[in-house]
């Protein structure tokens, strides 16, 4: 019987008419040929962090699993299989002393699936993971095994490599499957973090300092209430003072998960009592500082399953930006669980990622996933491209590439690449023919 796939938050699912779980890039490549062969389509999936539909398929679905391991080499550049987890490479890593400059704040995807679908983080001088890369493995269309390099002046089916590993940082899988990711790292560092709950007006009226006067800025705003938890992460020389296992439990799965989720549970059968619940665990919120491995801060616990919706929005934008999708919670009779996330980024040369050529600050919104709201994404993604905003490319929107292409400076570029590398289409699917459109017909 067909082995049906299913994404983390259970809202995607794809029953492939194969799969298969290649060791290494001569597989990849084995079994892309097999599928052009046999007129099947080709997607990879990562860890099925993904809300849209990105790596689904009905042909055949790669299965990253075996597609792991990590090679260090002496300059700091570090190569990681496509289906090592964020989680396994930052271990590695910590071991022998080295470490990312900036990641997202869960550990789980998939080296290959984070990157294609542009984590970004948050940081006011680091970028996102496609910041960072050194260069790709790629498996083309037919079958051909290509790296790419940051530094490379080659020319490969026509296309400048420069070009090529700029599309391909955040390449959504449709220029090819990626086997494995080159990383520049740099010593192990400490963050100190610093959390603390600060009223919303307060953040409005002070954002320029809180965003420039911290490394790493991540608030929390928690709907029908003032109130919001900030994480402002900056580097220590140290001592190391980590959480206690007890103090860790209690803030990371009792506190964010157990109790949180169980007043999602609350609100999804009660949901005029949401409100109230809020304003309940932002009475709950306490300040409190720790100083651990950076990845250790960077990473945080996400059990309670909910849907996102993410934009990018230019830097400038963010305060506007924060109001308005205020006031229109405050119009609307919407009960919002979920907080309402804010991170910020430098400008990243990647074509297709979300901070290309500005400045950026994102809006993440979420709804607990048994009760979901499509009015209140669609009333916040209103606000969001009336200023322009890019929506993340691997959570929920409405977006079709008519209206990308305004957004993205490089889109027709990179879609010029990807006619050129793939003109049959074998990666492409429903959810790409809608964000980037069709693969023109030959």
């Given amino acids: 019987m067909p082995e049906t796939f299913r994404n983390w938050a259970r809202n995607q699912s794809a029953t492939p008419a194969e799969i298969r779980t290649p060791a290494d890039a001569a597989e990849v490549s084995q079994a892309v040929r097999d599928a052009a062969a046999a007129g099947r389509r080709v997607r990879m999936i990562g860890s099925g962090h993904s809300f849209t539909g990105v790596a689904l398929t009905d042909g055949l679905l790669l299965r990253p699993g075996a597609l792991t391991g ?16 964020i989680r396994a490479l930052n271990a590695e890593l910590h071991r ?36 960072q890369i050194l260069a790709l493995e790629l498996v083309l269309a037919d079958g051909e095994i290509v790296t790419v390099r940051a530094e490379g002046d080659g020319v490969i089916r026509g296309v400048p490599e420069r070009d090529l590993f700029d599309a391909a940082r955040v390449g959504l899988g449709a220029l090819g499957v990626v086997t494995s990711v080159t990383f520049r790292t740099e010593p192990s560092f400490l963050l100190r973090s610093t959390r603390e709950p600060r009223t919303l007006t307060s953040i409005l009226a002070s954002l320029e300092e809180l965003v420039d006067g911290n490394e790493h800025l991540d608030f929390f705003w928690l709907p029908h209430t003032d109130t919001c938890l900030t994480k402002r992460n900056n580097r220590s020389p140290g001592p190391a003072r980590p959480p206690g296992a007890l103090k860790y439990w209690l803030d990371n799965h009792l506190m964010e998960n157990t109790l949180f989720g169980a007043l999602c549970g609350i609100g999804a059968r009660f949901p005029g009592a949401i409100p109230r619940l809020n304003a309940l665990s ?145 990666f492409a699917n429903d959810h790409l023919d809608t964000v980037l459109g069709r693969v023109p017909a030959a």
């Fill in 70 to 85: 990590i090679r260090v080499a002496g300059d700091g550049r570090v190569t990681a299989g496509a289906g090592t987890t």
């Fill in 96 to 131: 022998r002393g080295l470490a990312l400059a900036n990641m997202g704040d869960i550990d789980a995807q998939t080296v290959a699936g984070a990157v294609q679908t542009g984590t970004h983080g948050t940081g006011r001088d680091a970028g996102g993971l496609a910041d």
């Fill in 282 to 426: 932002a009475a709950a919120l306490s300040a409190s500082t720790h100083t651990d491995a950076s990845h250790r801060v960077f990473a945080s616990v996400r059990d309670v399953r909910f849907l996102e919706m993410e934009y990018a929005i230019a830097y400038e934008h963010l305060g506007q930006a924060l109001a308005e999708v205020r006031d229109l919670l405050a119009r609307r009779d919407w009960r919002i669980s979920f907080p309402v996330e804010v991170r910020v980024s430098p400008a990243s040369d990647a074509w297709l990622s979300t901070a290309y050529g500005r400045r950026s600050a994102y809006i993440a919104c979420h709804v607990y996933r048994p009760t979901p709201n499509p009015a209140y994404f669609e009333g916040v993604e209103e606000i969001m491209t009336a200023l322009g905003g890019r929506p993340h490319w691997g959570k929920l929107h409405t977006r079709d590439a008519a209206y990308l292409a305004t957004v993205y400076p490089r889109f027709a570029d990179f879609l010029a690449v990807r006619d050129t590398l793939d003109p049959a289409g074998t």
